[in-house]
């Protein structure tokens, strides 16, 4: 079979494989968000205890794309990526089959770390495999794939449930499509090197940061569903945080191959601002956001769920747009400015979204989401390249791993943050107010991630062993 020559350059083929697994992602975990009604309805389950479903797949992503990272710098990226595709599609087929509800919780928990296995390789296979010059173009184009993803799952998802009249739909699809690209992946992607081989894994690192951040994404998952003064949530939340401690006190005193250099976060600026700003910026333009569209859409507009997931898809299409352009402008002009433009893009939509009423109209809903989707696509690409440039390549597995960690705990944190405002009334009547306020405290998070991108150099410099 002959392939357009581009694919058969050896970085092109990488840079396709690793945006293929990472539009997966995305649909995976977005698909579900269609599904859960159906799920509550087949499995004859309370609704709340469905959103669970969803929630599993977050708390796995966050808890293992350290560790799991970690484990690609010492065994191989292609190893790895290899083990998270097919470990999802195993997920897929055994949630297809699933019988209850606790089944499939914890099914999407392991669906969530074989994500974690994806992510934690997908930008460092891109990183290793295209020059200092070229990589923010080509994790532009990555980053792109993601947004589209995640854009289009919640349409794919909707359309097999009402094609085929069943939740199961959407899981039979994935098994195939991981598999394909397993395949693509196994024929496609570089002999598996291991540029931190002979290096040895952290286990009581590993386990106690999993386990921490497991308790600890749990304790605010309770508390956002059943109250933060309850008994589970705050013996979840403490126990999170005590084990946490552990971690990082292990950490510190590990002096060969911890599993997370926490010295080098006092070291490292470019690295550790980059987090914060990742961290600043979930918080403030994912989740959060589109629960608040879709209330706000429906609750305060009159309009329906079809019409709320329409409005979404403005944001979701110009981060795709915008997400190749920053990227490759991050190799022109540098990575600071590129991201302190976006979040300023992205408080500023915020803002305007908090003061529009009712009869602004869909369009200007759209319109203002469209300014959101720009700040999205301007920060993520730039910010990436800074953060995974700013590393030698014998970490970038780790770097990967904490970028997808701290986009998973800022996207929790800003779902916490708007749903904690909105439990203030329950009352339609009060909820467009109620809405409003947590557009505005989203948009402080946003002006935070200014503060915290313009605190960075000129222009972000490569680490001498990063290329």
């Known amino acids: 079979m002959k392939f357009p020559t581009i694919l058969l350059s050896s970085g092109w083929r990488v840079l396709l494989i690793a945006s293929l697994g990472t539009f997966l992602m995305p649909v995976d975990n977005s698909m579900l968000f269609m599904a859960v009604p159906q799920i509550a309805r087949g499995l004859s389950e309370d609704p709340a205890r469905i959103t669970w479903v969803p929630t599993a797949s977050l708390i796995g992503v966050t808890a293992f794309s350290i560790p799991l990272g970690r484990l690609s710098d010492v065994w191989g990226r292609k190893r790895l990526y290899l083990a998270g595709l097919l470990l999802g599609a195993m997920a897929a087929l055994a949630a297809g089959l699933a019988r209850n509800v606790y089944q499939l919780i914890a099914i999407r928990l392991i669906a969530g770390a074989a994500a974690g296995l994806i992510a934690a390789n997908a930008w460092a296979l891109i990183s290793e495999a295209f020059p200092v010059e070229k990589r923010g173009k080509a994790l532009g184009i990555n980053t792109a794939f993601g947004f589209t993803g995640l854009s289009l799952g919640p349409v794919i998802g909707g359309l097999l449930i009402t094609q085929f009249s069943t939740w199961r739909a959407p899981f039979c699809a994935l098994v195939a499509a991981y598999l394909i690209l397993a395949a693509l992946s196994a024929r496609w992607l570089p002999k598996a090197t291991a ?3 002979g290096r040895s894994i952290d286990l ?8 921490g951040l497991v308790l600890l994404m749990l304790g605010l998952s309770l508390g956002r569903l059943s109250g933060w003064t309850t008994l589970p949530a705050l013996a979840a939340l403490v126990s999170g945080v005590a084990m946490l401690g552990l971690f990082a006190r292990l950490e510190l005193r590990t002096t060969q191959d911890p599993m997370l250099d926490l010295r080098a976060f006092g070291k490292n600026s470019q690295f550790t601002l980059g987090c914060v700003a990742t961290l600043f910026h979930y918080m403030s333009a994912h989740h959060g956001v589109t629960v608040l569209v879709s209330f706000y859409v429906q609750w305060a507009m009159n309009q329906t769920a079809a019409v709320a997931g329409m409005i979404t898809l403005a944001k979701f299409l110009t981060m795709a747009i915008f997400s190749p352009f920053s990227g490759w402008l991050s190799d022109k ?11 300023a893009f992205i408080s500023a939509s915020l803002v305007l979204l908090a003061t529009s009423g009712p009869a602004a109209g869909l369009t200007d809903v759209f319109l203002r989401l469209s300014l959101l989707g720009v700040g999205i696509g301007l920060f993520a690409s730039p910010n990436i390249n800074a953060v995974l440039g700013s590393l030698p390549q014998d970490e970038l597995g780790t770097a990967s ?22 439990a203030g009334s329950p009352a339609e009547a009060d909820f467009a107010a109620q809405i409003k306020t947590a557009f505005f405290a989203l948009s402080v998070v946003g002006l935070l991630g200014i503060v915290v991108s313009a605190a960075r150099g000129r222009r972000v410099p490569d680490h001498p062993n990063a290329a």
């Open 195 to 197: 540029p931190g081989s």
């Open 401 to 422: 791993g904490t970028l997808s960690t701290v986009r998973s705990l800022g996207g929790t944190l800003g779902l916490v943050l708007a749903g904690s405002i909105l």
């Open 204 to 211: 009581p690192g590993s386990l106690s940061f999993i386990g």
């Open 333 to 343: 002009v540098g990575t600071r400015w590129l991201c302190g433009t976006g979040m």
